[in-house]
């Protein structure tokens, strides 16, 4: 299934993407897409019977905004340098154990939300993610089996960082991570169901309109299974717990000087295959 959240900020309500692209409403069924909902086999299964038996309105698509596809996230765990060719880009060895850190579940946006550049900021840069939704309490999984066996769905991300507040200003990442609107989520929360392999993904980013990144998950340092299991041995992960799992090869960082930071006004575009696409202008905070 294709799960999402559509109207104004803060007053999404739940609804299904259905197989011929009509939006379907589910606020009949369930108050929420979150952390609950995905825990709760049944109540999915009845989405899956009420889609299947033709029973959910449909909506007008036209004029309305999706949201992020997840309410009342968590937390959001993210994997830095865990692709191959990513890692050859920046110079930096391939790990040798997974990089982690966090973003504040409140940089969530909407895939197609204005992106706002900090104040100060001169290295705004892009990243495609592929994001991981738990849906069942993950502590101390022994296998990357076990670590697939958790994940509820899949969706887009993009994780905007700032460089020179990550690398350039002493202590940890997060400083380039966690500014107001870094991490739109979405369009949709596609079902595990429908991932049979998510090694096995295309992420492409473009700014207006250039293709910047054009990578598979297939490069991943950490597969997804092997990500969910490392990290619950360090934390006990959740259902609507986020984790957002690398970049492929092909960030402004990367390139040569100048190096083309985003500036307000750029338009960016991504996607991951079969999650949809995202769209945002970047303006100034």
């Known amino acids: 299934m294709k799960l999402l959240r559509v109207g104004t900020a803060g007053r999404e309500r739940p609804a299904l993407l259905d197989p011929d692209g009509t939006l379907r409403d589910l606020s009949g069924l369930l108050a929420d897409i979150d952390g609950t909902l995905l825990a709760d086999e049944d109540a999915l299964g009845r989405i899956r019977s009420a889609a299947e038996a033709g029973d959910l309105p449909a909506l007008d698509a036209a004029g309305l905004r999706t949201g992020p596809p997840l309410a009342r996230i968590g937390k959001i765990v993210c994997i830095g340098l865990n692709y191959h060719d990513h890692a050859r880009e920046t110079g930096a060895e391939p790990p040798a154990e997974p990089v982690v850190f966090f973003k504040a579940p409140d940089t969530v946006v909407g895939p197609d939300d204005t992106v706002l550049i900090p104040r100060g900021s001169v290295k705004t840069d892009w990243e495609v993610e592929l994001a991981v939704v738990i849906g069942r309490t993950a502590r101390y999984l022994e296998s990357a089996e076990e670590g697939l066996a958790h994940v509820a769905g899949y969706a887009v991300a993009h994780d905007v960082s ?45 700014v207006n309109g250039e293709l910047k990144q054009d990578g598979t998950t297939a490069e991943q340092i950490f597969p997804v299974g092997e990500v969910v299991r490392y990290v619950s041995q360090f934390m006990t992960l ?18 040569p000087e100048p190096k083309p930071y985003l500036r307000a006004g750029d338009v960016v575009e991504l996607e991951v295959t079969g999650l949809g696409r995202q769209r945002q202008v970047f303006a100034q905070a």
């Open 238 to 255: 959740y259902p609507g717990d986020v984790l957002n799992t690398g970049t492929p090869a092909g960030v402004a960082m990367g390139r």
């Open 162 to 206: 700032e460089r020179e507040f990550q690398i350039e200003r002493g202590g940890t990442w997060d400083k380039g991570k966690n500014c107001e609107t870094f991490n739109p989520l979405g369009p949709w929360l596609v079902t595990a169901d429908e991932v049979p392999d998510p090694q096995d993904l295309s992420l492409r980013l473009w």
